[in-house]
């Protein structure tokens, strides 16, 4: 088995396992895309298999951290069986490691196989459903503010107006072009901004799909920078009453549905989760945002068969404010790979982790692992790759 990224010649055999694999239409266009990489495995000089990375950033503690997002994970079934997905990941940690990505996410199809490799459940990707009745519920702005299609001048204002909100969310990605292409979000059918004295105080962007007697409006982005641009938002789409038996809403900022959406004691989610790893802890750790916490220190010993360069033991030491991880320390709580990913997107405790296997040693030592995330709600991420 020879593994090695792959080239735009590899195009057409790349598409052709990713066609079967998924059931996909092939897409136009080259292999090779800006702020992308990916690697394959030959086998007898066919490619028998392929592993696709993005390059994405996610905030963590306010701060956005370099990811790689793997997808198009792809097995010929001719050669399933022979450890080629394994090889791919491991290709992969390197490879990330190399391109400055210390830490990973993906959506998976088969979790037991990425979580043989280290990464482990540690967000969600959320749409809801809001019934119109419900839309027309919510509480009314108080403030009027002018809404008005946008235009391409409008972009950077927009992607920044998004910043400001998804900095705060941890998980969220930050859309750094060239791999999220700004502009083509003026593709969608509805893309409404809110001007500001200083930019954009929010904007709204949807497609109008069918299904049902009336149709979807699928709403991809709503975002408000304050409680008058969320309202004003949402009132947007109760003026869709008539047109209309519910919205199909992407979940990217929590409050909108959770502390301003008229929800029903039930309704609909469609919740597809991610996992992470970290593909390099003392560069995850330096590239985090953290509260700040009195001096303090707590040995680890990370289990990571899989990417040795972290392996054994480390110490997560703050000081002077800043958060540092450094060899060394005696070992006190074992971390498995697989605890990496979801104690550093703060999506489970050290009291979780320790009832999954996943984490050993005196609870007391644990806890600084846990003062260090906080509790910034649930990661979330609003982009699927």
């Known amino acids: 088995m020879r593994i090695r990224e792959f080239t735009e010649d590899d195009r057409d055999a790349v ?31 066919r490619v028998a298999g392929v592993l696709g990375i993005g390059s994405y950033a996610q905030f963590y503690g306010g701060a956005a951290v370099p990811m790689g997002g793997i997808g198009g994970v792809a097995v010929d079934g001719a050669y399933r069986g022979r450890g080629i997905a394994n090889a791919l990941l491991d290709a992969a940690l390197t490879t990330m490691r190399e391109h ?8 998976p199809t088969v979790p037991n196989l990425y979580r043989k490799r280290g990464w482990e459940r540690a967000g969600v990707f959320e749409w809801v459903e809001l019934p119109m009745d419900r839309l027309l519920s919510v509480p009314k702005p108080t403030e009027r503010i002018e809404s008005r299609p946008a235009v391409e001048s409008d972009l950077p204002a927009l992607h920044e107006c998004y910043l400001e909100v998804a900095r705060t969310v941890d998980g969220m990605a930050d859309r750094r072009p060239p791999r999220i292409e700004l502009e083509k979000v003026l593709e969608m059918d509805v893309v409404t901004v809110l001007p500001g004295p200083n930019g954009l105080r929010g904007y709204l962007t949807a497609t109008r799909e069918s299904g049902g007697d009336l149709g979807r409006l699928k709403v991809h982005d709503l975002i408000g920078v304050d409680v008058e641009a969320q309202l004003t938002l949402l009132a947007s789409l109760a003026s869709w009453a008539g047109l209309l038996e519910a919205v199909d809403l992407r979940i990217t900022d929590p409050a909108t549905v959770n502390l301003l959406g008229a ?69 006190a709580v074992r ?9 550093f997107s703060g999506a489970q405790t050290t009291h979780a982790l320790r009832r999954g296997g996943l984490l050993e040693g005196d609870p007391a030592d644990a806890v600084v692992l846990d003062q260090l995330v906080g509790s910034a709600g649930t990661p ?3 982009d699927f790759f």
Request: net charge neutral; proline share 12%.
């Open 263 to 331: 929800t029903p004691l039930r309704y609909s989610v469609w919740t597809s989760t991610w996992m992470q790893r970290v593909v390099d802890l003392p560069a995850a750790v330096a590239a985090r945002g953290w509260p700040r916490l009195p001096d303090v220190a707590v040995d680890l010993d990370v289990v990571d068969e899989h990417a040795p360069w972290h392996a054994g033991p480390q110490r997560v030491v703050v000081e002077d404010g800043a958060v540092r991880v450094e060899p060394g320390g005696t070992g």
């Open 335 to 343: 971390l498995h790979a697989r605890a990496l990913g979801p104690w």
């Open 380 to 382: 979330r991420l609003a």
């Open 15 to 45: 598409f052709r396992l990713r066609k079967v694999a998924f059931n996909g239409t092939p897409p136009p266009g080259p292999l090779l895309r800006p702020g992308s990489h990916g690697i394959l495995a030959e086998v007898d000089g």
């Open 100 to 107: 400055g990505q210390p830490i990973s996410a993906l959506y």
